[in-house]
């Protein structure tokens, strides 16, 4: 069967799904014998997914109990929306303070079919299909570089069980078994398009086309003492993307360039490196340092990840190759950006800023800070001012 969706209307409906304002309605409904099951579970069960107790509801409700209000599950977790028969049922929104807000519908106290949440700068996070008031293996999460995990949605926020993690653009996909959202035996795939399940509302499912001489993927996060325990098998989206040889730049060693063509915000590599956890007070590093590294890359505020000297060469660490990336202020076509990877964990990326044609050189901006930086990095920076200026 002819998949019913494009790779490209993958992508676009997941731009809509990312779309705060769009509205997704859902087709699921509750047979009787669901909602009577839901009003008789126990007030232990975890309440997003069961009954709701109006112990803490601020709202007004009248003697047939329907109304409107908010209820505070726990301290940090609250429901608002219209009530009937003192249950939500309707529109609802739950909000995890400081953290996120999740729009969808309640039936009788129960999440019924397509929830989204989004973080609090309306950036999504979740997509989630609820049937009787449990998640359906048809639920998507978001990672950082918007790359996704699909399968089945645990309430704490992970897949488990068999998922598929797509690479950012979807026209690539790693299949295998997820635990906690750590993948085990995965294979990597082509994304050919997918299929729309059941509900013509909820998460598309990929259909893929593996590829030949597949090994297994598996959760492999870096420490601050070993990159990864398989160093020197690259990662297969890396193969077909890029490639190392001599930089085009005087002095610069080698560099990092196009295998295929990059279209401005695709995926062109992946940035992996020895995990150094910022335990102390000193949060900026200068050159003179024996701390400093030209390939450190800050991932968060408590970690960044760099390529010691032992591991800049292929012949000794090619898992990624985004360390090969060489610098330019004036030339720059691409920029360092978080990844979530199935293998790796949290890590950096390069992501293509323009159109950018087969065998190019990728270049990005280092971005040190200029009064930490390296001598070789202050004399390009004024060369790159005294050119500028002259134009």
Aim: aromatic share 10%; charged share 20%.
């Amino acid at each position: 069967m002819p998949p019913e969706m494009t790779v490209n209307d993958l992508k676009e409906w997941f731009k809509r799904a990312s779309d705060c304002h769009y509205e997704l309605h859902s087709t699921c409904e509750l047979d009787n014998d669901a909602k009577r099951s839901s009003l008789s579970i126990s007030e232990g069960r975890q309440f997003t997914s069961l009954k709701v107790i109006f112990n803490r509801l601020d709202g007004e409700v009248d003697e047939f109990g329907s109304g409107y209000g908010t209820m505070e599950a726990t301290p940090q977790l609250t429901i608002e929306g219209p009530i009937k028969e003192f249950q939500f049922h309707g529109k609802c929104i739950e909000r995890i303070w400081s953290e996120s807000n999740s729009y969808g519908v309640m039936q009788c106290g129960v999440k019924l079919g397509i929830w989204k949440t989004f973080s609090l700068d309306n950036k999504l996070k979740a997509f989630v299909e609820y049937c009787e008031g449990k998640p359906t293996n048809h639920s998507l999460l978001v990672k950082s570089g918007n790359s996704c995990l699909i399968g089945n949605y645990l309430e704490h926020g992970n897949i488990q069980g068999k998922g598929i993690y797509l690479y950012p653009g979807f026209k690539y996909a790693i299949s295998g078994d997820l635990m906690g959202g750590k993948m085990r035996n995965g294979q990597f795939a082509k994304v050919l398009g997918a299929q729309i399940h059941h509900s013509p509302y909820g998460v598309p499912q990929p259909i893929l086309e593996f590829q030949t001489n597949n090994l297994p993927i598996c959760y492999d996060p870096a420490t601050s003492l070993r990159i990864s325990k398989t160093p020197l098998v690259p990662d297969p989206y890396e193969d077909l993307a890029v490639f190392v040889k001599e930089s085009g730049t005087p002095g610069a060693g080698e560099g990092l360039f196009a295998k295929q063509n990059f279209q401005a915000g695709d995926l062109i590599s992946l940035f992996n490196g020895l995990k150094i956890f910022k335990t102390s007070r000193i949060t900026k590093i200068s050159a003179e340092s024996e701390d400093w590294s030209d390939y450190r890359l800050t991932v968060d505020k408590d970690v960044d990840i760099d390529i010691t000297e032992d591991l800049v060469s292929l012949k000794t660490y090619c898992a990624s190759h985004g360390h090969k990336a060489c610098h330019s202020f004036e030339q720059k076509n691409a920029k360092f950006d978080n990844l979530f990877h199935p293998r790796f964990g949290e890590i950096m990326s390069i992501v293509a800023l323009t159109n950018i044609p087969k065998n190019s050189e990728i270049l990005v901006n280092y971005n040190y800070d200029l009064t930490l930086a390296p001598v070789w990095y202050r004399d390009l920076w004024q060369q790159f001012q005294t050119k500028c200026t002259s134009c």
